[in-house]
Every structure is written in C-alpha cells, then in structure tokens.
C-alpha cells in the first residue's frame, strides 16, 4: 500500500493535503510530506479548517497551511492524513463530491484510528500504528525516499505527540525504531519535547485552569471524573483555547479514575467533549464512535449540540 501511494504522487502534478485541526500527529503528518513533496518538485496546497496552534508554528513548512479554502478542481491528488472521517477535515462536502464524482482524481486516506471510515478510493489504514506520522515514515523508509531533517523534525513531532512522548498505550516497538531514525537523521528531540509539553503558563493561563479544576467532579458510578470550560471563561481570563487542550491531557494523571472528561464550548454554542484514559480495560474511541466523534483507544472525543445541563 506504501508503494501504491508513492506511485500516485510521482504520477500526480497538483496534490491537496488535509487533516483534523490542532494536533500534532495530523499537523506533523501534514508538513512532512508538504516539505518532501516540494523536494519532489509537485505543486501541493496543504489545508486546514483552523489555524495551527502557536506552539506547532515552529515546524517546517507549517507557515504555508492555508485556512482559505481552494478550488477542488485544480488538483489530481488528495492526502487526508490522520482523519477518522471527512467531517474533521471541515470540507466533507466538497471531499465527498470528489470522492463520489470526479474521474481522474484520487483521494487517498492515511490513518491509524480504530474508528476510521475507510472513506477513500485507497484507504491506508494500520490500527496498529502509534501514530500518522510513523505511517509516513514507513511509507517514505520503505520506498528508499530521502528523509531530510526537515521531515525528520515533522514527523517526530507527531510520533511523540500522539505516543504523549513515548508514555501513553499507543507506544510500540516501531514507534521507538522509527524515532531512533528520524533522530540519527537530524530531529532533534529536546526541542520537540520542550515545544510539546513545556508550557510557558501565563497568568490568565493559570486562572482559566484554576476554574477547570475549581469544577472537577467525580462520579463514582462510572468512575470518572468531569470538567467543562465556556466560552466565557476564555474572554474573562484573556486567552484562546490553545490554552485549554493541555488540561484535558492533565486528567490523566488523577489518582485511580477510569477516565477523564472534558467539555469545551465553542464559539458557536455547541460543546466539543475530550475524553482521556490510561486504565487498561477502557477504549474512550468505543463510545466516541458512538456519539459521532472518533480517535484513539486512550483519547478521543465527539461534538454535541448543547447539553441539558446547568453550568456556572
């Protein structure tokens, strides 16, 4: 299937290249093979339906993701990368079009989700993969394609991302080979690290998690603990909601919880719901490819509308 992939973009002239929002895996994926197609002399238009995150801003080619959507008729090629479903790419209509009616194009799915939809014409899908980014590694390893520093850094980023560096369930022998590579190639892993994980927390930071924290509970049915943010909090604290994704992750360190729970409000009004765990016997993705939503066995999330609750 690597191969098979690597022969559409030889044979194709204008490549599209999508992902989901924010997260380093999809984000990483996405600047690598940007960085490795423009080595390949190809005309690529990488696209995502929200900016980068300021904290993912450092990587390679990520200044040259587009936020504006383009003309669908001018490329041959389409690479959805690290995508569950067309809805999170934020284009599932016009990719559904393409994918249903135009002769002469190709959209190729790359993920490693247990949820995914097998939404493509080819479909690259390994459940077994730590991560999107060591998908394309292999894919450009295997072909004997040239791995420069640039791509070493992108896609290392989204291994240590996605394995929350190298400590979560979704940690394998081939995610430490394929880091051990891309670091003899140039990567350099402190830097990644500290991009990632070492939050320089202002003060308003600080307060907008003091009130995600003032309102955890816990519910001893299910054994799982809850928290929601507004949109609200974000304005009286001053920050974005760059800020609040990391606490999400911090869930998982509560002492003897199955799982954790985070409600987020959008600006529309309707609440994106992230879930983490790190008990052996719960898969989060289970119940999030129920309500809608997608991801991993360990973190996952969904949308809903509105909630019949009272919050704040």
Not at 107 to 129: L, M, P, Q, R, S
Request: charged content about 20%; some cysteine.
């Amino acid at each position: 299937m690597y191969n098979l992939v690597h022969q559409k973009i030889q044979k194709s002239k204008n490549i599209f290249i999508t992902s989901h929002h924010s997260c380093p895996d999809a984000i990483g994926s996405i600047c690598a093979l940007t960085e490795f197609l423009h080595n390949q002399q190809k005309s690529v238009f990488p696209f995502l339906s929200r900016p980068v995150p300021k904290h993912l801003l450092n990587l390679p080619c990520s200044q040259e993701i587009q936020t504006e959507k383009s003309d669908l008729s001018l490329f041959d090629l389409f690479l959805i990368l690290d995508a569950g479903d067309l809805k999170q790419t934020g284009l599932e209509k016009e990719l559904s079009a393409v994918i249903k009616n135009a002769a002469n194009k190709s959209v190729i799915n790359i993920d490693h989700h247990k949820t995914n939809e097998y939404f493509g014409h080819i479909n690259v899908v390994d459940k077994n993969a730590s991560s999107t980014c060591e998908m394309i590694y292999l894919m450009l390893n295997n072909n004997g394609l040239n791995i420069n520093e640039k791509i070493s850094e992108c896609l290392l980023t989204g291994i240590i991302g996605d394995t929350g560096n190298f400590t979560n369930g979704a940690t394998n022998k081939q995610a430490f080979s394929a880091a051990a590579d891309l670091i003899w190639r140039g990567a350099n892993i402190f830097k990644i690290i500290e991009n990632l994980f070492s939050t320089e927390a202002s003060i308003n930071t600080l307060r907008l998690w003091g009130k995600i924290f003032e309102r955890l509970t816990y519910n001893p049915k299910y054994d799982i603990a809850v928290s929601y943010v507004l949109q609200k909090d974000l304005l009286e604290c001053q920050v974005s909601e760059d800020c609040v994704e990391i606490v999400a992750n911090l869930l998982n360190y509560i002492h003897n919880i199955k799982a954790g729970m985070l409600l987020k409000e959008k600006e529309d009004g309707s609440f994106k719901v992230s879930m983490r765990s790190t008990h052996p016997n719960i898969d989060v993705s289970r119940l999030a490819k129920m309500l809608g939503g997608g991801g991993h066995k360990k973190a996952a999330g969904f949308g809903v509308k509105k909630f019949n609750f009272r919050v704040g």
